[in-house]
C-alpha cells in the first residue's frame, strides 16, 4: 500500500477532481456528438423525402 | 494533395472519422497507465513527500492549457487570412478543453501549493498570467455564444484569441522573464541535469502523450459537430423556406 502521509487530502483530491473533470468533459462532447448526429440525419431523412416528392409533383 | 484539401468540410468529416475513435481510446489508456504508474509506483520526493504525484496531472493539464491557446491562435491566424470555416470551428472546439485543463491546472495548484508554500495561491507571475489565460477562455466561449452572425462571431473572437496569446506567452515564460515568484522554473528540460529524474519523467511523459491525444480527439469531435450543426441549420432552413 503507498505511503500518502499527511499529504493525502491533497494526493486524492487532486486526482479525484480532475479525473471528474476529465471525465465530464470527456461525456459532454460525445453526448453532443451523438445528439447532432441524430438530428442531422433525422433531418436529412426528411429533406431527401421532400426533394422526392417534389421530383414526383413536377 | 496539400494542407487545405482538410479544409472542406465534407471531406475533413470523412477522414476525421477513422482517427476520432483511437486517439481518444489510446489517449485514455495513455492517462489510465501513466497516473497509475506515477501513483502507484514511484517512490515519494525526498523534499515534497507525495505531494510530488500530483504532478502527473498538473504538468500535463498546464501544457494543454496553454498549448491550446496556441492551437486556437494558429486555427484563428487561418480563419483570418484564408477564410476556411473549419480553422474557425477547430479554434471554437478546443477552447473548452484548454477551460477545464486551466481549471484542473489551478486547482491542482492550489492542492499543491497549500502544503508547499503554505498558502492556496500568491501573486507570482506565472500563476498570475495563468490565471488570467483562464479568464480569457471564459471571455472567448462568451464571444462565440454572443454574437449571432457566425462568421463576425469567428472574427471577434479569433481577435481576442491574438490578444490573449500575450498571457499564454507569459504563462510559459513568466519566471524567465521575472525571476521572481514562488512557482518553480521549467519541470522538463532538454538538458538531462536541469530536467527531473527519470523515475518521475516516464510515467509523466506517458500522462503527457494521453492528455496530448486526449485533446486531440475531443478537438476533432467538437468540430465534426459543429460542422454537423451548421449543415442541420443550413437544411432547415432550406425545408423551411
Known amino acids: 500500500m503507498i505511503e500518502l502521509g499527511k499529504y493525502a487530502f491533497s494526493v486524492l483530491a487532486s486526482y479525484g477532481i480532475s479525473i471528474s473533470i476529465i471525465i465530464l468533459l470527456i461525456f459532454t462532447y460525445l453526448v453532443k456528438a451523438r445528439k447532432i448526429s441524430k438530428q442531422l440525419h433525422e433531418i436529412e431523412t426528411e429533406?431527401?423525402?421532400?426533394?422526392?416528392?417534389?421530383e414526383t409533383i413536377h | 494533395m496539400n494542407i487545405w484539401y482538410y479544409a472542406n468540410p465534407l471531406k475533413f468529416l470523412h477522414i476525421t472519422s477513422k482517427v476520432v475513435n483511437p486517439l481518444l481510446i489510446i489517449g485514455l489508456i495513455c492517462v489510465v497507465s501513466g497516473l497509475a504508474w506515477g501513483f502507484f509506483f514511484t517512490p515519494n520526493d525526498y523534499k515534497q513527500g507525495s505531494t510530488v504525484k500530483i504532478i502527473y496531472i498538473h504538468v500535463p493539464a498546464a501544457l494543454i492549457a496553454i498549448n491550446t491557446w496556441f492551437v486556437m491562435l494558429v486555427s484563428s491566424l487561418i480563419w483570418l487570412i484564408r477564410r476556411h470555416h473549419v480553422s474557425a470551428l477547430i479554434a471554437k472546439s478546443a477552447a473548452p478543453v484548454g477551460v477545464c485543463m486551466t481549471i484542473i491546472t489551478l486547482l491542482t495548484g492550489a492542492l499543491w501549493g497549500q502544503?508547499?508554500?503554505?498558502?492556496?495561491?500568491?501573486?507570482?507571475?506565472?500563476?498570475?498570467?495563468?490565471?488570467?489565460?483562464?479568464?480569457?477562455y471564459l471571455g472567448y466561449i462568451a464571444l462565440w455564444k454572443a454574437?449571432?452572425?457566425?462568421?463576425?462571431?469567428?472574427?471577434l473572437t479569433s481577435v481576442l484569441c491574438i490578444v490573449g496569446s500575450v498571457f499564454a506567452v507569459l504563462s510559459r515564460y513568466a519566471v524567465l522573464f521575472?525571476?521572481?515568484?514562488?512557482?518553480?522554473?521549467?519541470?522538463?528540460?532538454?538538458d538531462k541535469e536541469k530536467n527531473i529524474a527519470d523515475v518521475f519523467y516516464h510515467p509523466l511523459l506517458i500522462c503527457i502523450l494521453g492528455f496530448v491525444l486526449i485533446f486531440v480527439a475531443l478537438t476533432l469531435?467538437?468540430?465534426?459537430?459543429?460542422?454537423?450543426l451548421r449543415r442541420y441549420s443550413a437544411i432547415a432552413a432550406k425545408i423551411n423556406t
Open chain 2, 115 to 136: 502544503p508547499m508554500w503554505g498558502t492556496w495561491w500568491a501573486w507570482d507571475p506565472r500563476l498570475t498570467s495563468f490565471l488570467i489565460l483562464f479568464l480569457f
Open chain 1, 47 to 54: 429533406w431527401k423525402s421532400k426533394d422526392k416528392k417534389n
Open chain 2, 147 to 155: 454574437i449571432e452572425d457566425k462568421d463576425s462571431a469567428a472574427d
Open chain 2, 178 to 190: 521575472w525571476n521572481q515568484g514562488l512557482h518553480q522554473g521549467a519541470t522538463l528540460s532538454l
Open chain 2, 221 to 228: 469531435i467538437g468540430c465534426r459537430t459543429e460542422i454537423k
